[in-house]
């Protein structure tokens, strides 16, 4: 006579689901298991009915919808006033002691390179190069919407209770100039209550690793209920099957949408994002020295100049930095306010300072460059390198 799977009394019944997984034996054959189902599941992304026509949200996605242009100022807006002063443009230099230090500092921070090069070569020569960055940085605010959802666990409903305001009549909290930041706000009169859709308002999901029987086919006894001979599987107890550790045997999961309280809150979500839009000129010299060296280093500040709108910079002596500014302004100012509203605008000259030193080593010459306030150092070609090698 044919073993059978040992069956506990009662059959498991599973959320919403009939046990699949059981197949009874037929007279004189041996337990049958049926494959499993597949997963039933509710939609990945919420049906587009899901969410109400809201006055003057009635472009609003899932997912966002592009930046909201603002509405033309009700009031003048403020005209920019004319910079401070010209500073007088002076070029600091620097001395042999310092280029010689700075390359000595280099060297040292260098495990393979000589420091007889840095402290012993001869300086022969030293050029100081008009090197000028002009910085124009536009802070932004721009405001975008998307339809959202979250878990309803009793949050106040409010949709159409009376027209919700235009996603630029929301206050925001004052932000700091110049600061990347973001603030996120549910649209006052657009929530709503509505069913899950990933569960279709069950709370619940079947779960997929057992296709929401309960239950999975014994790893020991290979759903036989029997070991060797006559001894019944201790492992499930002789039924063949064993609960589904996933779902601790129920069948289903909690919705991972509305974490099982059947309902969501849709509303529409207001992103108020700040940015700071900074574009730089550097002035191309002829020492030899990368620009792309430069952005890695300050200088001395020679103008600055924050207002609502600045003026184009004027008056300064290197005529590509006048050129830059006034493209550059003119630039920001008709692109960033298509999209966002202009808070304000800055704009600094800096000089750094670059030294081209040439040098004698045994004989042969050499050039190095120290630039910026922090004296860095740029060397094309090292006369004294050792083979290093990691222990």
């Not at 420091?115 to 536009?138: D, H």
């Not at 969501?264 to 792309?292: F, R």
């Not at 500040?301 to 008056?315: A, H, T």
């Not at 960033?336 to 800055?346: A, E, G, M, V, Y």
Request: aromatic share 10%.
């Amino acid at each position: 006579m044919e073993k059978q799977p040992i069956m506990s009394g009662g059959q498991h019944q599973n959320y919403g689901i009939a046990n699949p997984g059981y197949i009874p034996a037929a007279a004189g054959g041996a337990a049958m298991f049926a494959p499993p189902v597949a997963e039933s599941q509710g939609p990945s992304a919420p049906p587009a009915g899901m969410f109400d026509s809201m006055p003057g949200y009635e472009g609003t996605l899932a997912g966002g919808g592009g930046f909201l242009p603002p509405p033309m100022p009700s009031y003048p807006a403020p005209q920019p006033s004319p910079g401070p002063e010209q500073p007088q443009w002076n070029i600091p230099s620097i001395t042999e002691d310092t280029a010689r230090d700075a390359f000595i500092l280099y060297a040292s921070s260098k495990c393979c390179y000589s420091s007889a090069p840095a402290k012993n070569g001869v300086i022969t020569n030293m050029e100081a190069f008009n090197t000028y960055r002009y910085r124009l940085e536009t802070f932004t605010e721009s405001r975008s919407t998307e339809w959202s959802h979250e878990p309803y666990h009793g949050q106040p409903v409010d949709a159409y209770a009376q027209q919700p305001p235009g996603p630029w009549e929301i206050p925001a909290r004052a932000p700091v100039f110049f600061k990347d930041d973001e603030q996120k706000m549910k649209v006052p009169y657009t929530s709503s209550m509505k069913p899950c859709h990933g569960c279709v308002g069950m709370g619940r999901k079947p779960c997929k690793d057992c296709a929401g029987s309960g239950n999975k086919v014994c790893w020991v006894c290979n759903g036989s209920g029997y070991r060797q001979g006559d001894d019944r599987c201790n492992h499930c107890s002789g039924r063949g099957r064993e609960n589904c550790i996933h779902c601790h045997g129920q069948g289903s999961k909690q919705c991972e949408i509305c974490h099982g309280k059947q309902q969501l809150l849709v509303y529409i979500n207001l992103t108020v994002k700040w940015t700071n839009n900074s574009e730089d000129y550097v002035v191309e010299q002829s020492s030899g020295l990368q620009v792309a060296n430069l952005s890695k280093v300050t200088g001395k500040e020679l103008f600055r100049d924050s207002q609502y709108m600045v003026y184009p910079l004027m008056g300064f002596p290197d005529p590509t930095v006048v050129q830059a500014a006034q493209r550059l302004v003119g630039d920001h100012q008709a692109r960033f306010s298509q999209t966002s509203r202009i808070l304000q605008q800055r704009q600094t000259i800096e000089l750094i300072p670059v030294t081209k030193v040439t040098y004698t080593w045994k004989g042969k010459t050499y050039i190095y460059f120290v630039y910026g306030n922090e004296f860095k150092v740029h060397v094309n070609d090292y006369p004294a390198k050792c083979c290093c090698s990691v222990m």
